[in-house]
């Protein structure tokens, strides 16, 4: 209802009738009559104060929401900066250590290497970090047995390791790994006597 015009068509009424019956009509009646009036006339504020102060909450709701959803929109940015070369060596040993692995795995392999080149114990480059042999054994095997160059790497390893770039990171600062079930028993035995075990992952043990 628009008691905004209710109430000036019923002031306009009452002039009118005012002026038709000027001497039938007490000064009571016509003092009724505007008290009416303005009692709708208040009505009405009261109600406009009421509409407004029901709808803040939905208008910081809805604010909220576009806030979120432009947030949301951004694309996160990377917190290590590597080159196009890195990012496709770390791609390709993310593939071959992990390629029936899930997300996660394949994350885990990305961030034991980036936990390395951080370190400032290994080499300063990822490509240097995943070729890197210590005293002439490889660190990662797919890079001696032909996997690392055999494999087709998919989308998922490429977003495994832009997911790691951007900071997920699940591996407790672990610097090494391994699948103890296809590794030699020598290095698993090496593993568990000179390094800390962290947690096991589909496969992978973890360690620092």
């Known amino acids: 209802m628009n008691y905004k015009l209710y109430a000036g068509l019923a002031t306009a009424g009452l002039l009118i009738l005012a002026s038709a019956i000027p001497s039938t009509i007490s000064a009571e009646t ?69 390629t029936d692995k899930d997300m996660k795995s394949k994350i885990l392999v990305a961030n034991v290497i980036l936990n390395r080149w951080k370190s400032g114990e290994f080499p300063d480059t990822i490509q240097e970090v995943v070729f890197q042999r210590e005293n002439g054994a ?32 699940y591996s407790e600062g672990a610097l090494y790994f391994v699948e103890r079930s296809i590794a030699d028993p020598k290095n698993v035995s090496w593993f568990d006597r000179a390094l800390t075990k962290l947690f096991e992952y589909q496969g992978h043990a973890f360690y620092k």
């Open 30 to 98: 016509l003092e009724d009559g505007l008290q009416e009036l303005s009692a709708v006339e208040s009505y009405e504020r009261i109600l406009d104060d009421k509409i407004v102060k029901e709808a803040e909450p939905l208008q910081e709701s809805l604010a909220k929401i576009d806030l979120t959803t432009r947030v949301q929109s951004l694309p996160a940015k990377r917190l290590y900066n590597i080159s196009d070369t890195d990012f496709q060596v770390l791609s390709r040993i993310v593939e071959a250590e992990a």
């Open 138 to 169: 490889v660190q990662f095997s797919p890079t001696a047995d032909g996997r690392y160059y055999s494999v087709h790497v998919t989308e998922s390893s490429r977003e495994s390791v832009d997911r790691a770039l951007k900071g997920e990171d």
